[in-house]
C-alpha cells in the first residue's frame, strides 16, 4: 500500500498525523514561510515521544541548495543531533551550482552520522535539476532511501507524466514520494502511477496576533479533518 507521511511542525501536529494513520511524519518548523527549516532539539525529542516515526528536515536557511562551509556544518551538526534524539531518519538534499546533486556535500552532511540505521530521504531540491533521470541514479548509488518530488511541476497532479517516469526508472532500487500540493483528490491518480508515498501537509493558520515583534498574525497547525479525508481517501484508493 502506498505510504503516507505529513509534514508536521508540532507535537499537535504528529499526533494527529498517527491518530489518522500515517506512517510517519517530517518534522519541520516555518513551513508555510520557508518551504521547511530544521526544527529545534527540543522539539525532535517531544515528537519522538509521541511514538510515530520521526524524519527530521536537516536544511539551515531557506532559499536555495548551494551552501556555504559553515552552513554544511550547521547541518552536520544538526543531522547528529537528531539522530541522537531518535529520529528514524533525516531529510536532506545539496545541489551543485549547475543544479546537480552534490554527491560531497551530502557526504559532509552525514559524516558521522550512523546512516545504516535510519532511512534518507532526499528532499524537493531534486525538483530544481533538470536531469531528474541522472539525479535518481546519483540518489541510488549514494544510499538514498527515498526521493520527496513533485516532477519538477508546481504541484504534483501537473507533474504525473514526470512522477511515472521517475516511478518506471527507479523500479523499487529508491522510493518514489510524491509531494508538492497534493490534494485528497489527487490520491488516486497518484496511487495509479505506482509512487510508493505520498506527502502533503494538509495544514491550516490558526490566528494569533503576536504584535509588532511576533511576526504574521497566526501559525500552522495540522488540519485534523483534512488529514482523516486523505487517510480515508488512500485507503479507500487501495482497497478499491
Given at each position: 500500500m502506498t505510504a503516507l507521511e505529513f509534514a508536521v511542525q508540532d507535537v499537535a501536529g504528529a499526533i494527529g498525523a498517527r491518530r489518522v494513520g500515517a506512517d510517519r511524519v517530517?518534522?519541520?518548523?516555518?513551513?508555510?514561510?520557508?518551504?521547511?527549516l530544521t526544527p529545534?532539539?527540543?522539539?525532535?525529542?517531544?515528537?519522538?515521544?509521541?511514538?510515530?516515526?520521526?524524519?527530521?528536515?536537516?536544511?539551515?536557511?531557506?532559499?536555495?541548495f548551494v551552501y556555504a562551509e559553515d552552513e554544511i556544518a550547521v547541518m552536520n551538526a544538526d543531522a547528529k543531533a537528531a539522530v541522537s534524539a531518535g529520529v528514524a531518519g533525516l531529510?536532506?538534499?545539496?545541489?551543485?551550482?549547475?543544479?546537480?546533486?552534490?554527491?560531497?556535500?551530502?557526504?559532509?552532511?552525514?559524516?558521522?552520522?550512523?546512516?545504516?540505521?535510519i532511512e534518507l530521504t532526499f528532499h524537493r531540491a531534486i525538483d530544481q535539476i533538470a536531469d531528474r533521470a541522472a539525479a535518481i541514479e546519483t540518489l541510488i548509488d549514494g544510499g538514498m532511501t527515498r526521493?520527496?518530488?513533485?516532477?519538477?511541476?508546481?504541484?504534483?497532479?501537473?507533474?504525473l507524466n514526470e512522477l511515472a517516469a521517475m516511478v518506471e526508472q527507479a523500479a523499487g532500487r529508491?522510493?518514489?514520494?510524491?509531494?508538492?500540493?497534493?490534494?485528497?483528490?489527487?490520491?488516486?491518480?497518484?496511487?495509479?502511477?505506482?509512487?510508493?508515498?505520498i506527502h502533503l501537509s494538509a495544514r491550516r493558520v490558526v490566528a494569533d496576533d503576536g504584535g509588532p515583534g511576533g511576526g504574521t498574525a497566526g501559525h500552522e497547525r495540522l488540519d485534523d479533518e483534512l488529514a482523516a479525508a486523505v487517510a480515508a481517501r488512500l485507503r479507500t484508493t487501495a482497497a478499491g
Open positions: 517530517e518534522l519541520c518548523a516555518a513551513l508555510g514561510s520557508t518551504g521547511g529545534s532539539i527540543g522539539m525532535i525529542e517531544a515528537v519522538v515521544s509521541t511514538g510515530i516515526p520521526v524524519h527530521a528536515l536537516i536544511r539551515c536557511r531557506a532559499g536555495g531529510v536532506v538534499g545539496a545541489l551543485t551550482p549547475d543544479h546537480r546533486v552534490d554527491v560531497g556535500v551530502l557526504e559532509r552532511v552525514l559524516d558521522g552520522v550512523p546512516v545504516g540505521d526521493v520527496l518530488t513533485s516532477g519538477g511541476a508546481a504541484r504534483c497532479s501537473d507533474g529508491l522510493q518514489i514520494m510524491a509531494g508538492g500540493g497534493v490534494t485528497a483528490a489527487d490520491i488516486p491518480a497518484l496511487a495509479h502511477i505506482g509512487v510508493d508515498a
